[in-house]
């Protein structure tokens, strides 16, 4: 039988696999440390192979304009990480207008408010969280458990 070819083919997938990784990995400390030298060495091969946090950041620094609801989403949430509330504001809304209805949407809506000072519209959203978060509530891990928990006594004492 052919079971030599067959092994080839998995250790030639394995080679190809750990090329990509390490290719990958250098393509991300270059970007890190000097944008312009990584995009020059691999233009944009490796680009959407990118974790999801460098690739929304690179995205951003590059200026591609979002395409749908979760390019918002997360383009508030790094406007938001960066302090730029207002904007963050602006992105999750376009989220929303585009049809989305996470969970996350609401929750980070929410945090924005608040530090905003706008308490009304963030328990608002922290409630709009809860209720989505209600139906799956028998599958929430313990990070999930302990976040409901914080917004919930986060509404009772305001």
């Known amino acids: 039988m052919e079971s030599h070819v067959l092994g080839h083919s998995v250790a030639g997938f394995m080679e190809e696999h750990d ?8 393509f991300q400390q270059l970007l890190a440390e000097k944008p312009n030298e990584a995009y020059r060495r691999y233009g944009l091969c490796l680009f959407y192979g990118l974790p999801d946090d460098v690739l929304v950041r690179e995205r951003a620094r590059l200026q591609f304009p979002p395409r749908d ?6 383009q508030g949430a790094l406007e938001s990480a960066a302090g730029n509330h207002r904007e963050a504001l602006a992105h999750y809304r376009k989220a929303m207008s585009a049809g989305a209805d996470l969970p996350e949407l609401y929750y980070n809506l929410a ?6 000072g706008e308490t009304r519209e963030a328990k608002k959203n922290f409630q709009r969280y809860l209720a989505i978060i209600q139906e ?7 990070e999930e458990l302990e976040t409901a928990e914080e917004v919930r006594a986060y509404l009772e004492s305001s």
């Open 19 to 26: 090329l990509y990784a390490t290719e990958l990995q250098k």
């Open 136 to 142: 799956w509530e028998d599958e929430w891990n313990q």
């Open 111 to 116: 945090l924005t408010y608040r530090e905003l």
């Open 69 to 74: 609801a979760l390019d918002h989403y997360n």
